[in-house]
């Protein structure tokens, strides 16, 4: 095992308030074989994690679900009770068989197909979105764009209504608060009673999350509409429904997942644009199948750059060897995204923000396998279509303040930053 002192910290929330700590990623790339990062009481069994950086041995941990378990531990850092663990399990913590059934239960909701049907509602809110941010000439581009575009979708999909949306959002604010260190509401807030070791996030607001869930679901089961919860409530597999604790926990995910991750990538695009307008610029000059070529592409490197999701936690199944290093049955094997996706062994330059980027093996949505996220087709529509319409406005973006980052190693959130519109 390598040396606990030769690893930098990539843990501490406060890293990532002046962004990703890329210094200390590049270190760890550099490191031979896999690097032991210490986390947590290093009494505690394990006491810490492999920190797997770069790009080629993320891809084979993800691939390989069958030695790399998301069901065996937790997908967080931390670890979780047995009674815990089975509270809080999700699509995203079960691997195998119930992995596959899940899956199914609400991929054909995910197909690019299907996704294509909710292109003119998001170009509808993308246009209403965008035409209030330039009547206004200014102001916060999260909570003017970024926040609303991707909530207000997938709500509309699960058919939650729009009035509840703004509570939604501060939800997913609160549950984001339980990645990092500290929380700013108490373990009772919105009536919870239970442990927060129980709920995601270690968050109240993932009881108010459930609790939400469950009376849609309830509404749904006596009044079938064409949504998604709908779908959820009325899924089968192989004669087999969702159990009371998996739908809960499902809609949770999407919700969660459909907002946070997305409205990171619109926040940090937007910065990005407004810190390169050159590269903008050469999506502007573009005309016709060349400009709809040009965004393609674009979209998939605000994608990259931002890296909505910073790690995701892997725990090893049995004694095996990954990158020239030992890792026994039992232990922690953390893939670091914001790392992958800025290793020179995959990327040209990859720290330049480049819109015309051709190659672009990307990990925000994960390292390939079975874990892919459900959501990448969406998410991709969303960054697309918010491109196009800038574009067909010919919006530019100028930063006028810095970017209020969220205290989490989880979470590349923005929750703030403050935009003039040139239009």
């Known amino acids: 095992m390598a040396t606990t002192a030769a690893s930098p910290n990539v843990t501490d929330a406060d890293l990532y308030l002046d962004g990703i700590p890329h210094e200390r990623f590049a270190e760890l790339r550099a490191t031979p074989g896999i690097a032991w990062h210490p986390y947590g009481d290093a009494s505690e069994r394990g006491g810490g994690f492999w ?139 919105f009536g ?52 009371a604790s998996e739908y809960r926990n499902l809609f949770h995910l999407l919700v969660f997942a459909g907002n946070e991750t997305t409205r990171t990538a619109l926040s940090h695009g937007a910065v990005a644009l407004a810190d390169h307008p050159g590269q903008w610029r050469r999506v502007l000059d573009a005309e016709g199948e060349e400009r709809d070529q040009f965004i393609e592409r674009a979209a998939e490197e605000v994608i990259r750059w931002a890296t909505p999701v910073l790690h995701m936690r892997r725990t090893a199944t049995q004694d095996t060897v990954l990158a020239g290093t030992q890792i026994k049955a039992g232990q922690k094997v953390v893939m670091w995204y914001a790392s992958a996706n800025r290793d020179d062994a995959a990327f040209d330059d990859p720290f330049t923000f480049d819109l015309g980027r051709e190659t672009n093996p990307h990990f925000a949505f994960g390292g390939g396998g079975p874990h892919l996220c459900l959501g990448a087709f969406l998410a991709r529509l969303e960054v697309v279509v918010l491109l196009q319409e800038m574009a067909r406005r010919n919006l530019t973006l100028r930063r006028t303040s810095e970017p209020v980052r969220t205290p989490s190693n989880f979470v590349h959130g923005i929750l703030s930053v403050d935009m003039a519109a040139n239009a």
């Open 51 to 189: 920190a797997v950086t770069r790009h080629a041995d993320v891809k084979e941990v993800s691939k390989n679900a069958a030695v790399f378990s998301s069901a065996l531990g937790h997908t967080n850092l931390w670890d979780l009770e047995a009674d815990a663990l089975e509270a809080r399990r999700s699509l995203i913590d079960t691997d195998g068989a119930d992995h596959v059934r899940l899956r199914r239960l609400i991929a054909a909701s995910f197909t690019p197909r299907n996704i294509r049907r909710w292109e003119d509602t998001v170009r509808a809110i993308t246009c209403e979105l965008l035409d209030e941010f330039v009547a206004a000439g200014s102001g916060d581009w999260v909570e003017m764009v970024a926040a609303p575009l991707p909530i207000r979708v997938i709500l509309t999909m699960l058919g939650v209504p729009l009035e509840d949306a703004d509570h939604l959002v501060e939800l997913s604010n609160y549950l984001v608060e339980g990645t990092g260190e500290a929380q700013s509401i108490p373990a009772d807030a």
């Open 192 to 243: 919870n009673t239970t442990e927060l070791r129980l709920l995601p996030f270690n968050s109240p607001a993932s009881h108010a999350l459930f609790q939400y869930g469950e009376k849609l679901g309830d509404l749904r089961r006596q009044d079938p509409q064409n949504d998604l919860v709908t779908t959820l409530v009325q899924a089968e597999e192989e004669g087999e429904r969702l159990s």
